[in-house]
């Protein structure tokens, strides 16, 4: 490929992506070694991976590659550039040295249509650094997040019909409908042979079943009160939080206030994201808790017969999306957790992959979502316990922009220009605000990554400024500090970083986790909030009490912690930048994710669906008379 022609100013990202002519998959495909049975072309620039390209793989003596792991400082409402520095230092490394041509890949999340239409845009990385094509990227790509939102919703109508089901029928006609009769022998599913098992009836014939038998069978008596699986869209919703199903005049007295979740909360999409396998991924969607039963015992998604069903709707989206960037390098896209209601990470079967397929000498770089204190943090002690792999290097993402913020300036809102302070030098604000990344790369090490700081660049920013930050991060522990221009000029812009990398990744990883699982439920909350947060006391509201009973009572208490916090600052308090100490946390709720792994503590008022703002992106989001989008960032 030609190399890539920038220019000065830099133009808009849609322009940028325009500007080049993307490879056809199939190429990009086959430059990494792929064979043909191995992929599954979606248009010229766009293929589905199958899981077989790291099953052939998964024995070969060629070794994986580097895993190298993009984080960021505590951001300002307009991001501070961390997936256009996944992008850029993929590029630098793919694309700029020969000896690592094909041997490099980028791993990212698909992007939500709820900030894509709400508040910050895509998320195909800027500039000159750029997944492309950025709208097919931006928009539905292969439909994962659809297939997402269907086996979601799916389940809960699964578990207010039961609901509905039960209050309807005795325990004999419940249990013919749903063990039927057929030719003389009853019709057995898989789910329901799995529930039999469950129950200790799989071995005793289905004619010697007794009432108490039927009524073990189909009965699963969820208490209402106690659901907890919500529906779920793509789009940021703020009137969907609350509401009550059950209104029509069929479902009389059969209503319960519940809400909607955006669909890259939903528990799905962090079993996609943390799964293994076609295998493991049938038994985590099973293991899916929804509710308990009037006796306090939990009731999962196969206890309602659905796992099967959510399975079969998700047999594609398992499968990571093959893409490129603007300079042709390899990227995997699969999964889109939020970071602060969700883990915030892509797939482990993405990183499977991408790490067989670079071989020994490679790299791979992925992306944790928002600052080191929710993104990097549940990628050290949630990705990485199920995935079992070691990153060998952590690069942090800052800017001048969100230090001086951090360090006292003005409000940073999105859609209202910059104040002055932004704008012009300011050591002072600068310094102080690099109290909040030396502490972002104090947590980093604790984890025993070595850190490399990438300062990406803007017009504004001055060399004093930039020195102050250099000579804070070197202070912190930092193993290097490079000043990065990807943006505006690709993949050769962060050539240092480049190098940065590398030299890290030479050296030896000592990665640990923070806590131990066999911790208490209370423990682990604070090992994260006294370690990482530098909180001094948590309050736990009267609800996250009881769930913390009830979940040790369960037997979920051994799983990691995944803290739904506000991604504004190291508290659950958004207006409390810099590095706050002293502070108190409130847990307000717990909620299960059995299934994906995880217990996730909600931190203050933390809504799971967001909202629009005055001006949302989709003002300028149009079409022109030859069908080219337009407007998209």
């Known amino acids: 490929m030609a190399p890539l022609t920038t220019r000065f100013p830099v133009p808009s990202d849609i322009e940028c992506a325009h500007s080049v ?182 071995d005793k014939p289905i004619e010697e079943f007794t009432q108490a038998d039927m009524a073990r069978v189909a009965r699963l008596n969820i208490d209402k009160a106690t659901v907890t699986w919500r529906r779920v869209l793509d789009t940021n919703d703020r009137f969907l939080r609350a509401l009550t199903v059950g209104q029509g005049p069929a479902e009389k007295g059969y209503n319960r206030e519940t809400g909607f979740d955006i669909t890259v909360a939903s528990e799905i999409m962090a079993v996609l994201a943390l799964t293994t396998s076609l295998g493991d991924m049938r038994e985590r969607l099973g293991r899916m808790v929804v509710a308990s039963d009037l006796d306090g015992n939990a009731v999962t998604a196969e206890d309602l017969n659905v796992a099967g069903a959510l399975t079969v709707l998700m047999k594609d989206a398992i499968e990571p999306t093959l893409m490129q960037t603007l300079e042709a390098t390899p990227v995997l896209v699969h999964a889109g957790p939020f970071a602060n209601i969700a883990h915030g990470n892509s797939s482990i079967v993405a990183d499977q992959i991408a790490l067989r397929l670079v071989g020994e000498g490679g790299y791979v770089i992925t992306e944790a979502g928002f600052g080191a204190d929710i993104g990097f943090e549940k990628f050290c002690n949630i990705k990485c316990r199920y995935s079992e792999y070691k990153p060998d290097c952590a690069v942090i993402v800052a800017t001048v922009r969100a230090l001086k913020m951090h360090g006292g300036g003005p409000e940073v809102v999105a859609g209202r220009p910059l104040a002055d302070e932004y704008l012009s030098e300011n050591v002072e604000l600068v310094r102080r605000g690099c109290s909040n990344l030396v502490r972002h790369i104090e947590n980093i090490k604790k984890f025993g990554i070595p850190v490399v700081v990438a300062l990406n660049a803007f017009a504004s920013d001055t060399q004093a400024e930039q020195d102050a930050i250099k000579a804070a991060s070197l202070e912190a522990g930092a193993f290097e500090v490079q000043v990065s221009s990807h943006h505006a000029h690709g993949g050769k812009g962060a050539l240092d970083l480049a190098e940065a990398v590398r030299r890290a990744c030479s050296g030896a990883s000592r990665f640990d986790f923070l806590y131990p699982l066999d911790l208490p439920i209370k423990d682990k909350i604070w090992a994260i909030a006294k370690e990482i947060y530098r909180a001094s006391d948590i309050k736990y509201s009267e609800e996250a009490e009881k769930k913390i009973e009830l979940y040790t009572k369960q037997g979920f208490d051994k799983l990691p912690m995944c803290m739904a916090k506000t991604q504004y600052s190291f508290s659950d308090d958004p207006k409390l930048k810099g590095a706050p100490t002293d502070f108190v946390i409130s847990v307000d709720d717990i909620r299960a994710s059995v299934g994906a792994g995880f217990l996730f503590p909600i931190l203050g008022k933390m809504p799971t669906i967001p909202g629009l703002p005055t001006r949302p992106c989709f003002f300028d989001i149009d079409i022109d008379e030859d069908g080219n989008i337009i407007g998209l960032m």
Do not use: W
């Open 21 to 202: 002519t993307p490879v056809n998959i199939g190429t990009i495909a086959k430059g990494l070694g792929l064979d043909e049975e191995e992929f599954d072309c979606y248009g010229k620039c766009k293929a589905k991976v199958k899981l077989s390209a790291y099953q052939n793989r998964s024995g070969d003596a060629s070794g994986t590659g580097k895993y190298v792991v993009v984080t960021g400082i505590t951001p300002t409402p307009l991001g501070e550039g961390k997936s256009t520095t996944t992008v850029g230092l993929a590029q630098a490394l793919g694309a700029h040295f020969p000896e690592l041509e094909n041997k490099v890949v980028a791993c990212v999340r698909q992007p939500s249509q709820g900030p894509t239409f709400g508040i910050k845009g895509g998320a195909a990385g800027g500039g000159y650094s750029q997944v492309i094509p950025m709208e097919e990227f931006n928009l539905h790509m292969t439909g994962d997040i659809h297939a997402i939102t269907a086996a979601n919703n799916l389940l809960a109508a699964a578990i207010d019909t039961r609901i509905f089901h039960e209050s309807t029928q005795k325990d004999e006609a419940l249990f013919n409908r749903l063990v039927p009769l057929k030719k003389g022998e009853r019709v057995l599913s898989r789910t329901m042979r799995l529930r039999l098992e469950k129950l200790g009836l799989g």
